[in-house]
């Protein structure tokens, strides 16, 4: 089975999962000494725990060099506490078990998971590489190459390198704009200086929150907590961590990458969106599922089901705090990409005027409800959940909330989602494929600024 | 998304002491006079269903110009019978809050159906239907070929490393159909009749040749009823050809070049290796675990780590009815000569092979299959899945509850005779893809 190559496209979307009443079972919640709010929440199904940890602002959005943040989180796990970065590897494998630290765009992200009989061996690692990790130079040089390196990996991927391009097109030099695995210019000139100081400024205790979930009682995780993070001293509370306003796309903003190899186009189409734990969340999710969500969505029964034009189409809502984004994204073989993005766009202006019939809209209500329960299965999913929803403070019963919303969303409400956020005069569109072959079938669109993805950066 | 073909399907059972609830007497058989066979499991910690049906097919059954005709079967299943028209199982299904998946392997076809207890009867009815109630309606069909198509150019033609794994699998396998990927050639997928891809069709989906596995908030009783209700009328049908062509011994190594523009060059190497019920697949698996799974594997130390060459390592064995292969796939960095990773594969195998792994190598990869078996008990989908996986390649939901016995009796002898005798330099294949054009 693959491993995916080592680009992370970070995105704070979380999918917003919808049931009835008591949908995420309540975890008790304490506060160490040090500042670090701990949920908490037994379950001994299986001899499994869980772990998940998020840092406040110690996200890519806040870093002051592009690719720092991710790259720090990455360097934790690779030497800590006066073990090598081979012995850190050693010491989780060793256990079968899984120790993840990734920068997020908001927040630093801990995932730890492991038979109940290691948890507090795995914590006590998680610990070492949180508290005091190496940053040793010869660690971080192999980082940094290792991410450039994958940089022009991703870009023989097309699916992958398309995302990365948007990304940057939608939001340029905002803070959202940040890849997480840097870009070729930023870790070029990136110092493991760099490291250590946004290490001090961004990692405290204050700052983190921590979800446990599984095969443990309560009085051994106490113990654990107090050998293991509970020795995290308090440093100067982190900087403000706010997003600054977002952009808006005014008129077209279109982006074309030459990929002379490519067989296929592909394309991703952003609009603005909202924040996380908006109002409008329930009509949205209702309005997104019918419109590119879901099998039988408009998007993937055109393009798709009809016309086999492409193996997979999709759209999404995309939140942080504060703001969001609408996605779209496909790909077909080069003759058709015209094609694609006719019917995408007349999809798009079909639900702006028209919106949705109200048949599918109860097909949509129900599908979001059903497909929920498994969404908050695992141990891993439910500490996750803890987490989101303080870090954004919708509160631990808000899934029961907003089920209770999209069960009641009706026509008006999903229409007018469509309504105020497609258009199709004001959007950003990327499209990677091979120039020769596509770029008549663009023309009628506007003029394409094109990049080469052989050159640096995106 | 949606209906992936997955080559290899690489996962790891065993038995352990069980979480309460999932233990075999927590499991019943049933099976009905036209040969289906149900595995049931009821779990009511949510409201829902998961509803797998396995067949006995995939690439395994195919032949030249039939190539990825299971997969495409696969996809066809959700476009028409005579009792629902194209889309409409995906239609009903959503819009009583059920979504589905399906997936396509060398060994076994699995459709994935998670729905609310509460669509359960609907549910079945349209699931028996397309059983044998396919209708290819010849429109729909050349339209699903154009998405195969686009799925073959997103998975293989623009993806450097499956097209190195499709040429080296190409390569290493001669005679025996796991010859070519579950994808199939892109002229076989232009060119399949609509007649031989529905007696294909009528060969290898009939009750006699698939198991249903059901796991969640149902009663036992109750689902067996409705099961009989919507499937006992289908005939039983023939039974499907056996897969007669052994691959023959490889007498020497063999090396395959693709070049192509690229940023980044592509490295595999593969080894013939033992089916899932051979007796040496256990220790094959932990030689596999040992030498590519994690940062603290031997190949990720070497490659990654300490020699710099590549940006990852993965690999190992996957599970297989007939004998398949040992892959080792490395992402070289840009620019490196590829020549220097072999060398660094063949040394670190030659170390295995004259010392053997250490006996804390070994007990790593147990806890790393402990925690691979209990991982999917967390949900409904993950128990269901790992039922008809046991099933397909042990004959048996049984196996589950004693697959760790093999994985304990593996001894540090056991695993450095057969590191000899599979890793040889007549059993290896070599594959590379050199960058070209522009690009550096």
Partial sequence: ?458 | MKRLTHALIIVLLLSLPLAAGFRSQDITVHKLDNGLKIVLHEDHDIPNIAYYTFFRVGSRNERPGLTGVSHFIEHMMFNGTQANGPGQFDRIMEANGGANNAFTGEDLTGYTNWYPAAALEKMIALDADRMQGLIFDPQVLESERGVIASERRMAVENNNENLLSETVRAAAIMAHPYHWDVIGWMSDILSWKRDEIIAYYRTFYSPNNAVIVVVGDFQTAKIMELIRKYYASIPRGPEPPAVLTVEPPQLGPRRVTVRKPAQTPEFIMVFHAPAATDPDFPAMDVLGMALLQGESSRLYQRLVARDQLAIDVSGGIGMSIDPLLFTFTVKPRPGTDTALIEKAIEEELEKIKKEGLAAKELQKALNSVRMDFYNPLMTISGKAYKLGESEIYYGGYEHIFKAMDPYKAVTLKQVQELAGKYFSENNKTVGVLVPEGGAK
């Fill in chain 1, 1 to 458: 089975m693959k491993k995916a190559i080592l680009v992370v496209i970070s995105a704070a979307f979380v999918i917003l999962p919808l049931h009835g009443a008591n949908s995420l079972p309540t975890p008790q919640k304490m506060k160490l000494g040090n500042g670090l709010t701990v949920y908490y929440l037994q379950d001994r199904d299986l001899p499994l725990v869980a772990a998940r940890m998020l840092v406040k602002g110690a996200g890519t959005a806040f870093e002051p060099a592009e690719g720092l943040a991710n790259l720090t989180a990455a360097l934790m796990l690779k030497g800590a506490a006066g073990r090598s970065a081979a012995q850190v590897a050693e010491d989780i494998d060793s256990l079968g078990a899984a120790l993840d630290i990734s920068a997020a765009d908001e927040y630093l992200n801990l995932s730890a998971s492991c038979l109940a009989e290691h948890f507090e061996r795995l914590m006590t690692i998680a610990a070492d590489c949180v508290l005091q990790p190496a940053f040793s130079s010869e660690e971080f040089e192999k980082e940094r190459q290792n991410r450039i390196d994958s940089l022009k990996a991703a870009k023989d991927n097309p699916g992958q390198a398309v995302r990365l391009y948007f990304r940057k097109a939608y939001f340029g030099t905002h803070p959202l704009g940040h890849l997480a695995g840097g870009t070729d210019t930023s870790l070029g000139a990136m110092t493991v200086d760099q490291v250590i100081a946004y290490y001090k400024k961004y990692l405290g205790p204050q700052q983190a929150v921590l979800a446990v979930a599984g095969d443990i009682d309560a009085e051994k995780l106490k113990q654990v907590l107090n050998r293991t993070f509970g020795k995290w001293q308090q440093s100067a509370p982190a900087p403000a961590a706010s997003l600054p306003q977002f952009p808006v796309p005014r008129g077209k903003v279109l982006i074309l990458v030459d990929k002379p190899d490519a067989t296929q186009a592909y394309f991703a189409l952003g609009f603005p969106g909202f924040g996380m734990g908006d109002e409008i969340s329930a009509a949205a999710q209702v309005m997104n599922t019918l419109f590119g969500g879901r099998f039988t969505s408009w998007l993937n029964t055109e393009l798709r089901i009809k016309r086999g034009l492409t193996y997979n189409t999709n759209s999404s809502f995309q939140q942080w705090r504060g703001a969001g984004i609408f996605n779209v994204f496909s790909y077909t073989k080069n003759d058709k990409i015209g094609e694609m993005l006719d019917i995408t766009f007349e999809l798009v202006a079909k639900a702006k005027k028209e919106g949705f019939g109200e048949e599918e809209i109860q097909s949509a209500r129900n599908y979001i409800l059903g497909q929920f329960p498994p969404t908050l299965e695992n141990l891993g999913a439910k500490a996750r959940s803890y987490l989101t929803l303080d870090f954004y403070g919708l509160g631990l019963n808000y899934y029961d909330g907003l089920l209770e919303r999209i069960s009641k969303i009706g026509k008006a409400q999903a229409d007018t989602v469509a309504a105020n956020y497609f258009s199709d005069q004001d959007y950003v569109l990327v499209v990677v494929g091979k120039a020769e072959e596509i770029s008549a079938q663009l023309a009628k669109i506007g003029e394409f600024k094109v990049k080469q993805i052989t050159a640096a950066d995106f």
